[in-house]
Structures are given as structure tokens and as C-alpha cells.
């Protein structure tokens, strides 16, 4: 049977700054070395504290939230009248 691992001990990578990754702790940021990380970590990655490697199922869901959200949020905005120019 596959233990499953208690969510505070997952953190989300919210954002890599140059060597160090900004990580999201219960609604909070926490400073980490990118080298204390596992290699190859990438922002929106779930990390599990207990074992420091990537929950890639977790990262998917939270992927697939993430990509639901912001097409609900394009179907609701609606378009400017007229021409637009950037």
C-alpha cells in the first residue's frame, strides 16, 4: 500500500530567482538555495519535504487547476470594443 505523505509536508515552487527558489508554504514565501533543491527543479513543481523530490502527480494536478482557472477566466473577460493596438 502507497503511504500517502501528509499535505503540510508539500511545498509549491512558486518562482526560481537566480539561485534561489521562492518557495509557497501555507499561503506564505520561504527563501530556499536552488542547490538544496532537487536538480532539475522547475516553478509550479510540488515538492515533498519528507523524501526533497519532485511529486510529479501533484504538479500535474496543480497544473491542470492552474490551466482550468485561466480558461474560465478568458471565457468570462469580454473583448474591447473597437481597434486595439500594443
Request: net charge negative; proline share 7%; charged share 40%.
Amino acid at each position: 500500500m502507497k503511504r500517502r505523505v501528509p499535505p503540510k509536508s508539500r511545498v509549491t515552487v512558486d518562482r526560481i530567482e537566480e539561485d534561489v527558489a521562492v518557495l509557497e508554504v501555507d499561503g506564505r514565501e520561504v527563501l530556499r538555495a536552488l542547490a538544496e533543491l532537487p536538480p532539475g527543479v522547475r516553478e509550479g513543481d510540488v515538492l515533498d519535504l519528507e523524501t526533497m523530490t519532485v511529486d510529479t502527480a501533484a504538479t500535474e494536478r496543480l497544473r491542470d487547476e492552474v490551466r482550468q482557472a485561466r480558461e474560465r477566466a478568458m471565457k468570462k473577460k469580454a473583448a474591447p470594443p473597437g481597434d486595439f493596438d500594443l
